[in-house]
């Protein structure tokens, strides 16, 4: 089992840039697939970016291509969502989750453990 705990949102004028953190708690890290979702207000959660055990494989959704980048450290049991060129579009909750699996999925159902949550808003 493993707990995750989100950090890094606040406020930023389009155009900015947060970074946000993930941190892992639990034994083996390095097993988990690890995943970025966000939910806004009214919408169902949605797939953002995800990063397989051994950062090998990533996956971003379209909207976040070029502007947002998944990355993790295993000694440091930590992911991470550098996050560029925000839009107002990008406002909602960022939640982190992990799968114990090689597979980094984009399916929200996949993931088995989830953080609380970081409120990001993109003011335009």
């Known amino acids: 089992q493993v707990q995750l705990v989100e950090s890094g949102g606040g406020l930023v004028q389009a155009g900015g840039s947060l970074r946000l953190s993930c941190a892992a708690s639990g034994r083996s890290f390095s097993t988990y697939a690890m995943g970025w979702f966000r939910q806004a207000p009214g919408k169902e959660r949605e797939f953002v970016a995800a990063i397989s055990p051994g950062s090998s494989i990533t996956r971003y959704v379209d909207s976040v291509k070029g502007r947002f980048t998944i990355s993790r450290n295993n000694a440091k049991n930590a992911v991470y969502l550098q996050m560029t060129r925000l839009k107002s579009d990008d406002t909602a909750v960022y939640y982190c989750?992990?799968?114990?699996?090689?597979?980094?999925?984009?399916?929200?159902?996949?993931?088995?453990?989830w953080g609380q949550g970081t409120q990001v808003t993109v003011s335009s």
């Open positions: 989750g992990a799968r114990q699996s090689g597979d980094p999925s984009q399916s929200v159902s996949a993931y088995a453990y």
